[in-house]
């Protein structure tokens, strides 16, 4: 059993595979917001050097989102025209629990967040609970960074380390490290993920997706479908409009 994992959320878009046993392959693009141009010769790339074709996959799984509306858009897109064209089962996966399988061996509280520009942020916590198994601190939204700030502050144990992953880590570092300073005495250890984990990794997908097919969650292409949690700046503005 092979699953296509596609991941078109983040600035950089990658694939994987990934098989029953659990062993994973991905393929990466460097170029930013370059999805369109790039997701299928990426397929072909990935699946060619691992000796496989088309034929070899059972399910196609996607990162269904938060983060870039357009990234997302091609994400399910491609993910529900290839599941058409080969008459596959899709998986859908929840972009910014996937960032659990970036460190699946940290202690922690995992807090993506995603920049989602007027200080707001789409973001979530969560931790591992031991034997592959973990809980959500935070539920997965799009908040006002000094919302999701104060959901965490209310949700962690003291003296548990919190590490903040995704883009919005470059635009509200600074913010982050004042409200540990002056909220919290330093009672909660911050850190920022490495470059090499920091940002959303088709193979987390790919790892996540596996966990939902073994729940038996997988589901109709024509019930797949992108999660925004926010309308778009066009849509906002035409409602403030009318």
Avoid at 103 to 119: H, L, M, N, Q, T
Avoid at 124 to 152: C, N, Q, S
Avoid at 193 to 203: R, T
Avoid at 219 to 230: A, F, T, W
Wanted: charged content about 25%; glycine content about 8%; proline content about 4%.
């Amino acid at each position: 059993m092979n699953i296509l994992a596609i991941e078109t959320t983040g600035a950089e878009a990658s694939v994987a595979v990934i098989d029953d046993k659990g062993e994973v392959f991905m393929e990466g693009s460097d170029q930013k917001l370059n999805h369109l141009q790039n997701l299928m010769p990426m397929v072909h790339t990935l699946l060619t050097k691992r000796g496989m074709t088309i034929d070899d996959l059972e399910y196609i799984a996607v990162s269904e989102g938060p983060g870039s509306f357009t990234g997302i858009r091609i994400g399910v897109s491609s993910a529900r025209a290839l599941a058409q064209a080969m008459d596959l089962e899709t998986i859908s996966v929840p972009t910014l629990k996937s960032f659990l399988y970036n460190v699946p061996e940290y202690k922690g509280v995992i807090c993506p967040i995603f920049d989602a520009r007027r200080s707001q942020v789409y973001g979530g916590a969560y931790r591992w609970i031991g034997d592959g198994e973990f809980t959500e601190v935070v539920p997965g939204a799009a908040y006002d960074l000094h919302e999701l700030l104060e959901l965490l502050e209310a949700a962690v144990q003291p003296k548990q380390e919190i590490t903040f992953f995704g883009d919005g880590i470059l635009p509200y570092r600074e913010q982050i490290i004042e409200w540990q300073r002056s909220s919290l005495n330093d009672n909660i250890r911050v850190r920022f993920a490495e470059d090499g984990v920091k940002l959303q990794k088709a193979s987390s997908v790919a790892r996540l997706a596996l966990e939902i097919y073994r729940a038996g969650a997988v589901k109709s292409l024509y019930d797949l479908k992108p999660v925004y949690m926010r309308k778009a700046e066009a849509e906002r503005k035409l409602e403030g409009k009318a």
